[in-house]
């Protein structure tokens, strides 16, 4: 990585934590990722984004800042980007994969906080994540209850605007939600001095539906039989979707496919034939997680999707581009995005149709359902999916683990006496 002391001093990192950060990163990069054999080209454009992990994109956003636009930081795929992008903001997800944080998080947010919420606490309130030092605002909603008063602790520390999110979806949730929409762009309006008017939010809706039919055409070169792509790099990209500039991640992601699509061709793919394909379901992955893929890839299973915020549920509903005007702008987006199935809301049934689609159209052998401790949500909800997985004759088997790794052994054994399960039914 380039030299960016300069650039995270005018941060206020506190950059002696910060190194420590940094020096572990690359090894672990390395032994998870390069190690991988016959890996497509294109993923060097996403060794390249790791590898500069805290520099290149943040001083592209410090460069924004310079020229008057602002930065906003979202933790959750409810948050329409539509209206970040057309206030001419840029956005970045802030949801945050490691434990390095959690010493930090502990001294804002009780110990038996989900991993996830702990580590974003501990980014922020220990000066060691450039992404938050880097955001004029926060915006938050009122999800699970770890996220709703984490948004309480931020307060005290940065702006943030939090969105009122219903847990049913009728018809007046629906209306709300249009509503909250409304509310954010009159925010994001008051924060950049831009008027985010139908045709801005046109524009954007082209921009953000591009970069999900990437990753959607990135997700369809999984289905074949033996993959081109392994489940961690695919993971991975859409990890970066979350931060990177939308346009150039868009442009990237399709020549990754272009070569994913000439490797089908060839019959070139990245597993043992033999490997039993796998659905992850449950809650998401935040960078630098890549724990679970990593063990099921490395004891004979191959990830081919995940019905996850870091997998499906971020892209695969484009918005309807046809709306005219701003009234017509709040329906369609809420509409979109509360097709969302989240565990959050009740019931949520749709979720268990997601699973068992998603579990066929990818031709998988099993489904595995990760959650992080204490997100209640995700774990009260595995009975359901285990009952209704049980009915269609999938086997599915339940981890929860947090962002150590130290119970890697243990889940490896797990996972490959159900691996041999499946693969003699
Ligand atoms: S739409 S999954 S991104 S809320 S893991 S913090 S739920 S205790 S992240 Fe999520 Fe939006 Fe739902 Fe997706 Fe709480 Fe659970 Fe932690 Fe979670």
């Given at each position: 990585m380039a030299d960016y002391k300069e650039l995270w001093t005018s941060l206020d990192i506190d950059l002696e934590k910060h190194d420590q950060l940094c020096a572990v990163l690359p090894e672990?990069?390395?032994?998870?990722?390069?190690?991988?054999?016959?890996?497509?080209e294109?993923?060097?454009?996403?060794?390249?984004?790791?590898?500069?992990?805290?520099?290149?994109?943040?001083?592209e956003l410090a460069d924004m800042r310079k020229d008057g636009?602002?930065?906003?930081?979202?933790?959750?795929?409810?948050?329409?980007?539509?209206?970040?992008?057309?206030?001419?903001?840029?956005?970045?997800?802030?949801c945050a994969g490691s434990e390095f944080w959690h010493p930090d998080g502990e001294k804002v947010v009780p110990r038996n906080t989900c991993p996830l919420v702990k580590a974003a606490a501990g980014a922020l309130v220990g000066n060691t994540c450039p992404y938050f030092k880097?955001?004029?605002?926060?915006?938050?909603?009122?999800?699970?209850?770890?996220?709703?008063?984490?948004?309480?602790?931020?307060?005290?520390?940065?702006?943030?605007?939090?969105?009122?999110?219903s847990s049913m979806k009728r018809e007046q949730d629906y209306i709300n939600w249009q509503g909250?929409?409304?509310?954010?762009?009159?925010?994001?309006?008051?924060?950049?001095?831009?008027?985010?008017?139908?045709?801005?939010?046109?524009?954007?809706?082209?921009?953000?539906?591009?970069?999900?039919?990437?990753?959607?055409?990135?997700?369809?070169?999984?289905?074949?039989?033996?993959?081109?792509?392994?489940?961690?790099?695919?993971?991975?990209v859409t990890q970066i979707?979350?931060?990177?500039?939308?346009?150039?991640?868009?442009?990237?992601?399709n020549q990754l496919c272009?070569?994913?699509?000439?490797?089908?061709?060839?019959?070139?793919?990245?597993?043992?034939?033999?490997?039993?394909?796998?659905?992850?379901?449950?809650?998401?992955?935040?960078?630098?997680?890549w724990?679970?893929?990593?063990?099921?890839?490395?004891?004979?299973?191959?990830?081919?999707?995940?019905?996850?915020?870091?997998?499906?549920k971020y892209f695969q509903n484009l918005v309807d581009e046809s709306a005219a005007t701003l009234e017509d702008h709040y329906k369609i987006l809420a509409d979109r995005y509360l097709k969302t199935n989240c565990a959050c809301f009740t019931p949520n049934t749709s979720r268990i149709d997601d699973i068992i689609r998603l579990y066929k159209d990818y031709a998988a052998d099993g489904v595995v359902y990760y959650t992080l401790p204490f997100c209640t949500t995700y774990a009260a909800e595995f009975k359901a999916v285990k009952d209704a997985l049980a009915k269609e004759n999938i086997p599915v088997i339940n981890i929860e683990s947090d962002y150590g790794l130290e119970d890697a052994g243990q889940i490896k054994t797990r996972l490959e006496a159900f691996f041999e399960m499946i693969s003699n039914k």
């Open positions: 672990f990069y390395g032994e998870i990722y390069m190690q991988q054999e016959n890996r497509p294109a993923m060097n454009y996403y060794n390249f984004v790791v590898s500069e992990i805290h520099g290149y994109r943040v001083q636009r602002k930065v906003v930081g979202t933790f959750c795929v409810y948050v329409p980007d539509e209206i970040i992008v057309a206030a001419n903001a840029a956005s970045v997800g802030l880097s955001c004029d605002m926060l915006v938050g909603e009122t999800t699970c209850d770890a996220k709703k008063k984490l948004w309480e602790t931020f307060a005290e520390y940065t702006p943030i605007h939090v969105m009122n999110l909250e929409i409304k509310l954010f762009k009159e925010r994001m309006e008051e924060l950049t001095g831009v008027e985010v008017t139908a045709e801005k939010l046109s524009e954007s809706t082209k921009l953000l539906n591009d970069k999900r039919r990437a990753l959607q055409r990135l997700y369809e070169t999984r289905k074949v039989a033996n993959p081109p792509i392994s489940g961690k790099d695919a993971l991975l979707a979350f931060y990177d500039d939308p346009a150039r991640f868009t442009q990237m992601t272009d070569e994913l699509e000439q490797r089908i061709e060839n019959g070139e793919g990245v597993f043992d034939k033999k490997a039993p394909r796998i659905l992850i379901t449950g809650t998401p992955m935040a960078i630098p997680n724990k679970l893929h990593h063990v099921i890839e490395t004891s004979g299973g191959a990830v081919v999707a995940e019905e996850t915020c870091t997998g499906v």
